[in-house]
C-alpha cells in the first residue's frame, strides 16, 4: 500500500498477523508508503528475535516505524539499533517496560483465550468504541494465533524493559494511547516520556485498541507529527 511521500513500518500487537491495521493503514496511505510487518507464528523468537526480523524487513532505508502493544519494545530496540536510519517513532498502546507483574503476565500466558467471555474481552480490547465489524476479525485473529506462540508471546513482555534504550532515543517520539485503556496503564507510558523529556504524549478518547477504532484520529495526530516532528538530537 503506497502512494508516495516516506515510509512508515507498521509493527503488529500480540496477535503478529498485522491484519488488524488495515483501518488506520488506509487513512495513512495518502502520506506514506505503508509496510505492515508480519511476524511468524514461531514460538521460539523472543524480542531479539523480532528485533532482527524488523531489521531485515527494513534494510538500509529511512524509515518511521510505528509500533503497536506488544510490539513497542520491538520499534524502541530496532530504533535504538539503526540510528539516524529511523526517522522518527510512534508508539500506540504500548508499554517500555512489563505492564504488570511478571507473574501475572506468565499466569495469563497459561489460561485459554477462546474462553475469556467475549463481552469481557471486547470490553478489554475495544471499549464503547468498537463494533461488530471489528469485534468479528478479533475473534477470527484470536482464534487462528496458536496458543504456544501466545504464550511465548506473553512470557517476553513479563520480562522485558526498554527503558534505557527508550530514554537514549535521539529520533523524534510520538506516543498514543488511549485514555480507557485498562490492558496497558496509561501511566507507565506517562512516567517514561516525562523523565526522557522531548517525546509528544496524545491520549485519545479510546481503549487498548486505539488505532482500529479511533483510525482517523490516530492517523492524523501521526500526520501531523511526521510533518512537524520534536526536533530530532542527530546531527545533519
Same mark, same amino acid.
Given at each position: ?6 515510509? *512508515?513500518v ?19 496511505a495518502?502520506d506514506?508508503?505503508?509496510t *505492515?510487518?508480519?511476524?511468524? &507464528?514461531?514460538?521460539?523468537?523472543g ?10 524487513e527494513v534494510g538500509?532505508?529511512?524509515v ?15 530504533? !535504538? &539499533?539503526l ?7 510512534v508508539? +500506540?498502546?504500548t508499554f ?10 506468565r ?6 483465550? @477462546? ?7 471486547? !470490553? ?8 461488530a465489524?471489528?469485534a ?9 494465533l ?6 511465548a508471546?506473553?512470557r517476553?513482555?513479563? @520480562?522485558?524493559?526498554?527503558?534505557? @534504550?527508550? +530514554? ?12 480507557g ?8 507510558? &506517562? ?9 509528544r504524549? *496524545?491520549?485519545?478518547? !479510546?481503549a ?8 482517523a484520529?490516530? !492517523?492524523? @495526530? ?9 526536533e530530532? &538530537?542527530?546531527?545533519?
Amino acid at each position: 500500500m503506497a502512494r508516495g511521500g516516506p515510509e *512508515i513500518v507498521l509493527l503488529p500487537g500480540l496477535d503478529g498477523t498485522g491484519e488488524l491495521f488495515d483501518r488506520v493503514a488506509g487513512f495513512l496511505a495518502g502520506d506514506f508508503m505503508v509496510t *505492515i510487518a508480519r511476524y511468524p &507464528q514461531d514460538p521460539n523468537l523472543g524480542y531479539a528475535g523480532y528485533v532482527d526480523l524488523v531489521r531485515k524487513e527494513v534494510g538500509k532505508r529511512s524509515v518511521y516505524i510505528l509500533g503497536e502493544s506488544f510490539s513497542g519494545p520491538v520499534a524502541v530496540l530496532v530504533a !535504538a &539499533q539503526l540510528g539516524a536510519q529511523v526517522l522518527g517513532v510512534v508508539l +500506540a498502546a504500548t508499554f517500555v517496560r512489563n505492564p504488570w507483574p511478571g507473574w501475572l503476565i506468565r499466569g495469563a500466558a497459561r489460561m485459554n483465550p @477462546e474462553k475469556m467471555p467475549v463481552r469481557l474481552r471486547d !470490553a478489554l480490547l475495544m471499549g464503547k468504541y468498537g463494533d461488530a465489524e471489528l469485534a468479528k476479525k478479533v475473534d477470527e485473529i484470536i482464534r487462528g494465533l496458536p496458543r504456544p506462540v501466545r504464550a511465548a508471546r506473553l512470557r517476553a513482555v513479563a @520480562e522485558v524493559d526498554v527503558r534505557r @534504550e527508550f +530514554a537514549e532515543l535521539r529520533c523524534p517520539i510520538l506516543v498514543l494511547h488511549g485514555r480507557g485503556d485498562w490492558l496497558v496503564p496509561m501511566s507507565l507510558m &506517562q512516567k517514561a516520556v516525562g523523565l526522557k523529556g522531548g517525546a509528544r504524549m *496524545i491520549v485519545l478518547p !479510546a481503549a487498548h485498541m486505539l488505532l482500529q477504532t479511533r483510525a482517523a484520529e490516530a !492517523a492524523g @495526530e501521526i500526520v501531523y507529527f511526521t510533518r512537524s516532528p520534536i526536533e530530532s &538530537q542527530y546531527e545533519a
